[in-house]
């Protein structure tokens, strides 16, 4: 039985919370997750594969969640507010297999299940504005084409 998309989106976001603590060896995290979310061990390491990607381009990634949080400098958003919106920023501008408003609502779902309701409107509020960019980028890419 294929692994819902969902409970693999958890996986990822667990893996990567769990990059920004001095960790037990990785063979030790995997066979937890295996343990605790019931999944293969195939699950969590293509899991680990995203996490991987998200880490290459976590120095932009992580100038967008700056640029777009007005309300918190960087460095005072919490570990799970970021780490969801690590994976929200690289899902929106590097996965394009993923529907940019199914991206925000994934995180706002993990933000609910691992954060709090405020912080589900606060990666909602940053997601949406980086969103918003990039819809008037790509309106202005297209108008640009056709004139």
Do not use: C, H, W
Not at 81 to 96: C, P, S, T
Not at 109 to 126: D, Y
């Amino acid at each position: 039985m294929a692994l819902p998309v969902q409970k693999f989106r958890e996986i990822v976001f667990q893996i990567l919370y769990s990059t920004d603590f001095p960790s037990p060896e990785a063979e030790e995290t995997a066979l937890m997750l295996m343990a605790e979310l019931k999944v293969t061990k195939k699950s969590v390491l293509l899991a680990k594969e995203k996490v991987a990607e998200i880490k290459e381009k976590l120095v932009l990634i992580d100038e967008q969640i700056a640029l777009f949080s007005t309300e918190y400098s960087f460095d005072r958003i919490s570990r799970v507010e970021k780490n969801i919106l690590r994976l929200g920023v690289y899902e929106m501008l590097f996965d394009a297999s993923i529907p940019p408003l199914v991206v925000i609502a994934e995180a706002i779902r993990l933000t609910r299940k691992f954060g709090t309701p405020e912080s589900a409107q606060f990666v909602n509020a940053i997601l949406d504005r980086l969103y918003k960019k990039v819809q008037n980028e790509a309106a202005s890419v297209f108008s640009g084409a056709i004139s």
